[in-house]
């Protein structure tokens, strides 16, 4: 199956990463580790490995993301990849340029790896459908579907923390069903075999089908939260507090919103993540955000790291992608 | 005459680049040859040159565009040179300084070349005319008057595919009147000796004295097409559409648009050409734009060693100036 | 009492740079010297130098400033630091982050040095005392208050043309009560034991408690002007011309512009300064500006190694820190 991937080469590796789903155990493993070498490129004093030298990698962001694009530029930099940042909001529209000629005029201008953030879900696997096959696509976020260096720095900081995943209780809580972060986290807690992973939050804000993932459902976050060793918030989009969603965002706190009080009902050594930028009052309490049991600001950290691995991984695959078109031609 | 172009400094060195009037056969070539060179870093797999290193080569970019931006950046990056981004429309207006009191200050800011895009003719050449001597300027595009690095790579394209340029049959076909692209690629393409260059166009988006450029007027496409070695479609601007200038794109499209049967009219090997981006089903048609003999996509490649050609080349010749004047100081 | 300002850290090295005040001319001198070395690193063919390899440096401009941006800029470079420029302005405020939680991430990312501008006085010392101890910020001008690289590069180019501060007459000119750059000169002059330093500008544009901060208020810039060694004009905001703190940006020009005339009134070997853009015919005549005795344009220059001295001298100490920090976990 694995070489129907379009993630996949010819020679079955990895050479886009566009999302989670369809990855096995091994190839998510395969990142981390690679992630925890990184991690010492950036505790040394000077934090450039020259893998990627030569190589431009474009960020093409549809989407702003100051926290983000700034990741994927320092891991680039690290790499001693060379980075442009294609701004393509403001820039190709205004000449009526289509999405299809913007990118073939990037990979005519070699670049060797795009990463995509857009609005609108597919948008990366659209991308890597049509780009040339000595490029690699990331895929930074794409509207409700995915974000998997998200998920994968997730992964990475819950490894971290507390090793073996087979015998975690994960509780995911907010909105489920609008987050590309719940659903890249999902992926990857169940391809390594978490114990158990929980997701909460209101019905409007529940996928039907969501079981089917290999959650289960809980109404009751007092419920949720028992036993929990990973306790991850999500962020609720602006657009669902003012639309009728939800009652409103007091209410929402009164009802999911991570408290002190609540967080005492996980395992006392739980770690509380969320992906970040936090609504305080809104989806956590400030302190509980800002206390002990809080991961937040690592999952940044790491987030360099990982981000790392997977640019060098897709494009070491890459390479030989481009050595046998070379040597073929 | 040669000393007495401003692009040319006190020991008949080319000094700024600002348009291709004037400059002789030899020095065109000597630039192809420079790209050509250049290609061969672009294949490696670590594509930096130490040419520029040390350097800081500025992008006064008054007049947006990512493509030529992008190209021109990447150009100094494989060179090695620091590239500094500097965005006139936003910044320096706000606080009322003139365009001379940026210069010196960028000029202060010890950067060793400009590169200028404008939308009014003669921007590039007054800034020329009024930095310090040790600086290079290069015309990134200045309004109607001149695209020389544009001009370059079209006759780099050219001579890749076709060789000889004496031997050859070029059509332009569209808006001469207003293109900036046109008027450098007429010039090169007489400098270089082409066997015959033809225009054509509607009568209103063709300059009155055209035929003084050493050009063939065609009022039929279909005349000029016949025999062709090449085929250079040009951008119709939105702004000409929408005035009475032509009737219509519909219009513009059925007679003078490059169609699949249009082309069957030039010789069977020419190569279709057009500086991008494209209005599909204005001046060419998506298919051709798209089809075998389009060689669109390289000239965007070809863009990034030309430029790096341009670049090192008035830059080491303005290094033996900032030698001359220490060695004098 | 070196200890108790939140510029110094633990060892009573300089850690952060908020303000010239409280420093003393030690601590300033050695700024020079530093600098003094990097113009040398300047004038070299190859200008960079591997101080800061391997660290981040994070401009976080809350202002828009496209010539402080681009000396920093190129200070980084030079010293081979990588640089983020995080556009504050439209980025996180977008998703309602907090500054707090911006710099979080920013921190998070492995920045080591923030370069913070702001239109609000105390904001870089509001981040200076909220960020993580090994980061190191640099004040690139809050709002009325500071503006403490411009006060060093001023008095690096006083010591270049005129030696020894003790045997000097600094006359500074116009809207003091404003001006951050007044504020960082005046403080520097007077710690370097200037001879005399003179103020000079309308009533409403002039501290109440001016005279508490060691300079000699003077009504008439004729009087002022007299055997001065050294001219500092500062920049009239255009938003005090057309208020009511001056009768009229004419009206300043009769009364306190600096005319031919009147710099005949200083020493035939004064120079003029001014922190830039200048209004000509405002605070400055354009011949005045562009004359002889004018070394604006050196100001721009010499701003690059005195920003490249602060930043390596702040993060050297700063190195310290981490150095001991990792020692002791």
Chains 1, 2, 3 share one sequence.
């Not at 925890?36 to 702003?64: C, H, M, S, Y």
């Not at 994968?152 to 490894?159: A, C, G, S, Y």
């Not at 930028?277 to 800002?290: F, K, Y």
């Not at 809080?294 to 390479?319: N, W």
């Amino acid at each position: 199956m694995r070489n129907h991937d379009p993630q996949f080469n010819q020679f079955g590796k990895l050479h886009h990463f566009l999302t989670l789903d369809g990855l096995d155990k091994e190839t998510l493993t395969g990142i981390l580790d690679a992630a925890e070498g990184f991690t010492g490129v950036n505790d040394k004093k000077i934090k450039n490995v020259p893998l990627l030298r030569g190589k431009t990698v474009a960020n093409l962001f549809f989407e702003n993301s100051t926290r983000t694009r700034t990741a994927f530029e320092l891991a680039a930099k690290r790499l001693s990849a060379d980075i442009l940042n294609v701004d393509l909001v403001t820039s190709s529209t205004k000449k009526g340029e289509s999405l299809l000629d913007t990118l073939r005029v990037l990979e005519s201008l070699q670049s060797d790896m795009f990463v995509v953030r857009h609005s609108d879900s597919g948008a990366a696997d659209f991308i890597a459908r049509h780009v040339s096959p000595s490029i690699n696509v990331i895929n930074g976020g794409d509207g409700q579907h995915a974000h998997p260096t998200q998920g994968m720095l997730d992964m990475f900081t819950i490894r971290r923390h507390k090793g073996d995943f087979e015998k975690l209780c994960v509780v995911i809580i907010g909105d489920i069903l609008h987050s590309r972060v719940a659903r890249s986290g999902i992926s990857a807690l169940v391809t390594l075999g978490t114990g158990e992973v929980r997701v909460v939050g209101p019905q409007t804000l529940m996928p039907a089908d969501v079981e089917t993932l290999g959650v289960k459902v809980y109404r009751s976050i007092d419920k949720a939260l028992q036993g929990a060793d990973v306790v991850m918030g999500l962020r609720l989009q602006n657009e669902r507090m003012t639309s009728a969603t939800i009652p409103s965002s007091g209410e929402f706190y009164r009802t999911y919103g991570l408290t002190p009080e609540r967080l005492k009902l996980a395992k006392p050594d739980a770690i509380v993540m969320h992906p970040g930028p936090t609504n305080r009052g809104v989806e956590i309490a400030g302190s509980v955000a800002d206390g002990k049991q809080s991961v937040i600001l690592e999952q940044v950290t790491f987030g360099i790291a990982v981000r790392m691995a997977v640019m060098s991984i897709i494009m070491g695959h890459g390479e030989a992608v481009r050595e046998a078109e070379q040597a073929a031609s």
